[in-house]
Nanobody, 125 residues
Framework: QVQLVESGGGLVQPGGSLRLSCAASGFTLDEYTVAWFRQAPGKEREAVSSISSTDGTTYYADSVKGRFTISRDNAKNILYLQMNNLKPEGTGIYYC??????????????????WGQGTQVTVSS
């Protein structure tokens, strides 16, 4: 049974850091294209970062470039999102997602097969 479980969200002040984790079970993470999405209140779910299943190429949304880092621990089968210098507009529910496809990274929510339950990130003073 495929399962994704996120953790690491919370309340942080502007300029602070958080590391989100997404533990995968039932499949091997590095064989899938994976991504982190964010959904702010009243807005559509948008891709924050993604890793290709083929060559590990990464994508970052312009709003997070230079501040967020996506990575995988293949031995532990965990996906991470290190978020530094967080801004209030980074508030939202963060989801990890995975899809079994042999190709580059994917940026649309409807391209993904499997989703975690989400973890809330609130950036506020």
């Amino acid at each position: 049974q495929v399962q994704l479980v996120e953790s690491g969200g919370g309340l942080v002040q502007p300029g602070g850091s958080l590391r989100l984790s997404c533990a995968a079970s039932g499949f091997t993470l590095d064989e899938y294209t994976v991504a982190w999405f964010r959904q702010a209140p009243g807005k559509e779910r948008e891709a924050v970062s993604s890793i290709s299943s083929t060559d590990g190429t990464t994508y970052y949304a312009d709003s997070v470039k230079g501040r967020f880092t996506i990575s995988r621990d293949n031995a532990k089968n965990i996906l991470y999102l290190q978020m530094n210098n967080l801004k209030p507009e980074g508030t939202g529910i963060y989801y990890c997602a995975a899809v079994a496809q042999d190709g580059g990274y994917l940026l649309m929510w409807y391209d993904y097969q499997y989703w975690g339950q989400g973890t809330q990130v609130t950036v506020s003073s």
